[in-house]
């Protein structure tokens, strides 16, 4: 286990993770270049604003971290839960999202371009103000989340999961009044 370490540039260039338990880590604002995370456990971890280039993330656990302000458009997102993450204004582009999951996890203006979300969980989640822009939304689970102000842009969405607040908010929000029959 790796506990309440401040990690450096030098430091995320070219390294391997492979079965870790990061507690109280600090990656924020630093470059993580070529870089590989597998099966890696982070808890109450800080990456905000780190600059991902040709690194990955795979079948990992994010748990009570700070992701907010990330580009990942270099980056690969595979098999990972994110639980009660901030995750805040980040970018997403051209990104598959196989087997992610997102819980209780602060999604706020963030942006996904071109993404392959289908069949993903984002339950429990607030999405207020973040854009889906030419993405795959067939099965996606919004299930709990709040939608309100979100747009949906040229998205495929077959068979999309929301609540019926979840639709009332993602409604309202877009100018739509509630009316009694």
Known sequence: MIKERVFF???LKGQGFSCEKFL???FSF???KFTNFVDCIFINCDFSNAMLNAS???ESRFEDCKLSWINFKNAS???CTFEKTLLEGCSFEKQSFKGVKFSESNLSSSYFLSCDLRGVEIVSCDLSKAVFDHSKLNNTNFSGSNISGVAFQDCKLGKTK???NGCINYAQSKGF???EL
């Open 9 to 11: 540039t030098n430091q």
């Open 24 to 26: 109280n880590c600090k």
């Open 30 to 32: 630093q470059e993580i």
């Open 56 to 58: 990955s993330f795979d």
């Open 77 to 79: 997102i595979e098999k």
């Open 162 to 164: 929301i609540d019926l």
């Open 177 to 179: 009044i509630l009316s």
